[in-house]
């Protein structure tokens, strides 16, 4: 793959809590400089960045971040406002209590009720694997299946650790043809974007390649 490639599917992510408008505006520039596949931003800044890229990379945010014990009342209403101000893509974090109770008819229930919140737009779904038993991630793996979301994704980067390449693998031996997988937290540089792609992660949730790419002054088309 080469650098151009990679960064494709990466969604550029800012999500601190300090985070200012200029850092904020700062990954905007570098993902249309990029050519990322989005900027995943708090989403006090959508409207915002979604006025300022004027549609050249599409806005994502985080709904129910970073814990997930938001009502789904609350996540519903999350997900239309970042719609109605502009937001093309949801990252939302299940409730992993449930998941701990079993209570897995209430987790798909959830997703559902977002996903009809997004208007169309893409579900990705947060189920904090570092918090998760093998068979619960499984067993997550079998919900998002049968639910109406168009990824599952590993992480927030906010809790015990990130992506790992197991955890990928797990997902990619039991997501269904047309699931997406998408890979975030701690994803240190190129080869390991690399690898994870290579295991079957479709999208890559960091700000550390853009960055790298943009220090490092790389040859995009160069092979990685």
Known sequence: MTYRE?????DH????????WDQIRQICDDAVKFGTASICIPPSYV???????????????VIGFPNGYHTT?????????????????????????WVKDGRYD??????????????????????????LTE??????????????ADFIKTSTGFST???TFEDIALMKAHMKEGKMI??????????????????????????RLADQAKKGGVDLDAEI
Do not use: W
Not at 81 to 96: L, R, S
């Open 6 to 10: 990679v960064l494709a599917k990466v």
């Open 13 to 20: 992510t800012l999500l601190k809590q300090p985070s200012t």
């Open 47 to 61: 409207k915002q960045c979604a006025e300022y890229l004027g549609g050249k990379i599409p806005v994502c945010t």
């Open 73 to 97: 009342a609350v996540k519903v209403f999350e997900t239309k406002e970042a719609v109605k101000d502009g937001a093309k893509e949801i990252d939302m974090v299940i409730n992993i209590g």
């Open 106 to 131: 209430l987790i798909l229930e959830e997703i559902n009720a977002i996903k009809e919140a997004c208007g169309g737009n893409i579900l990705k779904v947060i189920i904090e694997t570092c918090l």
């Open 135 to 148: 068979e619960e991630k499984i067993q997550m793996c079998r919900v998002v299946n049968e639910s109406h």
């Open 161 to 163: 650790a990130g992506a």
């Open 182 to 207: 998408k890979a975030a937290g701690g994803i240190a540089d190129f080869h390991d974007a690399v690898k994870f792609v290579g295991l079957g992660a479709d999208r890559l949730g960091t700000s």
